[in-house]
């Protein structure tokens, strides 16, 4: 038994256009906030020894970092030739993750600099202002710019294999042992390419999987323009399969035809929808109930924003049920967003993959995800259903990774201790 059941047609409508950047407000923003970092920390660079030359070298960063930020969404703008565009991208997303580093840091330095300031000023501690405006100065430049470096290198690797057990209530015998390797947030686009997704696939492969689930954002542009990119994913090898659900940046892609190209590249999309996976030999079960028993509904959601693109693609964990055989108690939900949860959890799932907020990605950005989901990362329990959650396969914008590693999980279902 390894049958899709439907739970709600699909609507063909004319793919929705990528929605495109606001260039002009972005450049502005961006200039403004480099020349803010420029007066924080250039004059008290020019004082250090040696004092001009490293100041200059600050200056130029800082100048291309400011002219080069837009070129990711102006490429397409700028001639013909597919390879500057490639390169303009490239040099854009790290002057961004670069960037990113300089003002969070500039920020906390003044703002260090300003408690430091009342403390004194209360206090009547003598500070040496001079030597604690250079070398913070220092640091600021020195901290953004190892760890893009060391950012950079963790996210163009390829990603480590993340073993997680799922200790399910009531599993059964059957289903014990049964793995998912779970793919999310590769972002297949500027910076990711053929031969990154192509390692991705034979690390997957290795490990055996009996499915493989892929949570949503693949992909970060048209199906003309990717096409051969992702066409590696044909190759993913797994007993029942694999599983794809849209995330967000799918919608923004055009998810339409994205989710026809996934399908003539033999992936199963679950569109609010499940399929039933028979682990026995159905010669061997002695019993309807305990071939049911055996087996595992597999159900996937949309993204938890996909009706703002698409009436029909609204998502609905309960709709992804419909149909689905009682007898059947394991119940996986394949949703991108972990707020998809609380919804499931309520449809009586028993465990819930996800991704979406890729672990925060880098520094600071980690501590702003618990303000739009409620779990960040790794295995959480809501009422009587798990919820992992992905930091992702490979990585959005910037080419940068720090303090949120990215994965290729391998879940393993385990029976629950009493």
């Known amino acids: 038994m390894h049958g899709m059941r439907l739970a709600g047609g699909v609507s063909r409508a004319v793919p929705e256009p990528i929605v495109p950047m606001p260039i002009r407000p972005l450049s502005a923003l961006t200039a403004l906030l480099h020349v803010y970092i420029a007066l924080r920390l250039l004059p008290a660079l020019a004082v250090l020894t040696p004092a001009w030359p490293l100041a200059l070298l600050a200056l130029l960063a800082l100048a291309v970092s400011a002219l080069t930020i837009p070129l990711p969404f102006m490429s397409r703008r700028i001639g013909r030739d597919a390879s500057l565009g490639t390169v303009l991208k490239w ?68 990603a480590s294999v993340k073993r997680v057990d799922v200790p399910i209530q009531g599993l059964p015998q059957a289903l014990e042992g049964f793995t998912i390797a779970q793919l999310s947030d590769i972002h297949v686009g500027p910076t990711i390419r053929h031969s990154y997704i192509q390692r991705i696939v034979d690390a997957v492969n290795r490990l055996g999987a009996d499915a493989i689930a892929i949570t949503g954002d693949l992909v970060d542009g048209s199906v003309a323009e990717l096409r051969e990119h992702i066409a590696p994913l044909a190759g993913l090898r797994a007993r029942h399969g694999t599983f794809v659900v849209t995330g967000n940046h799918e919608y923004y892609a055009g998810a339409h035809a994205w989710i026809d190209e996934l399908r003539r590249l033999g992936l199963k999309v679950l569109l609010n929808e499940h399929v039933v996976l028979q682990t026995r030999n159905v010669r061997g079960a002695q019993t309807d109930e305990e071939l049911f028993e055996s087996a595992l509904v597999l159900a996937g959601v949309t993204d938890f924003t996909a009706g703002h693109f698409d009436a029909a693609h609204a998502s609905d964990p309960h709709l992804a049920l419909h149909d689905a055989p009682p007898l059947v108690h394991t119940r996986v939900l394949l949703a991108h967003q972990p707020r998809s949860a609380t919804l499931a959890a309520a449809a009586g799932y028993q465990l819930q993959l996800s991704g979406h907020t890729h672990g925060g990605q880098f520094f600071p950005w980690n501590l702003f995800v618990p303000m739009q989901q409620p779990f960040t990362a790794g295995l959480h329990r809501l009422h009587d259903m798990w919820v992992y959650v992905s930091r992702g396969t490979g990585y959005w914008g910037p080419p940068k990774r720090f303090g949120a590693p990215s994965e290729i999980t391998l879940l393993t279902l385990v029976p629950a201790k009493p």
């Open 91 to 158: 040099v854009g997303l790290i002057s961004m993750g670069w960037f990113s580093s300089m003002f969070v840091l500039t920020l906390v330095r003044d703002t260090g600099l300003g408690l430091t300031w009342l403390a004194s000023a209360l206090g009547g501690a003598q500070v040496q202002w001079a030597a604690l405006k250079q070398w913070s100065a220092l640091a600021v430049l020195a901290l953004a710019t190892a760890t893009s470096a060391i950012g950079f290198f963790n996210a163009r690797r390829t």
